[in-house]
């Protein structure tokens, strides 16, 4: 089992910046990639970005490519996120899970234990 701990989020105005951590522990060496959603009140949890350990490719959600960066340090366990350019539709609770699909896939079905998430608002 992996668990997962979030930090950095906080309250930013529109067009600022943050940067989110997510800590792994525990069976790590069993996920193969670790991806960020979020989740607005009311909405779908949806996918925001992930990042294969093998090879270290990334992918994103149409809505914040060019915005946002995953990254990754595979010898802390420890993912990124580094969100520029924020808008107030940014705002969420953001999660960190992790995957042992061998595909891309985007889908939070495909993930697991998700750590509790930490939240970003961004004001007008």
């Known amino acids: 089992q992996v668990q997962m701990v979030e930090s950095g989020g906080g309250l930013v105005q529109a067009g600022g910046s943050l940067r989110l951590s997510c800590a792994a522990s525990?069976?790590?060496?069993?996920?193969?990639?670790m991806g960020w959603f979020r989740q607005a009140p009311g909405k779908e949890r949806e996918f925001v970005a992930a990042?294969?350990?093998?090879?270290?490719?990334?992918y994103y959600a149409d809505s914040v490519k060019g915005r946002f960066t995953i990254s990754g340090d595979n010898a802390k366990n420890t993912v990124y996120l580094q969100m520029n350019s924020l808008k107030p539709e940014d705002t969420a609770v953001y999660y960190c899970?992790?995957?042992?699909?061998?595909?891309?896939?985007?889908?939070?079905?495909?993930?697991?234990?998700w750590g509790q998430g930490t939240q970003v608002t961004v004001s007008s």
């Open positions: 899970a992790a995957t042992r699909v061998v595909g891309i896939t985007t889908a939070a079905a495909d993930f697991g234990s």
């Open positions: 525990g069976r790590t060496f069993s996920s193969r990639a």
């Open positions: 990042i294969r350990w093998s090879g270290g490719s990334t």
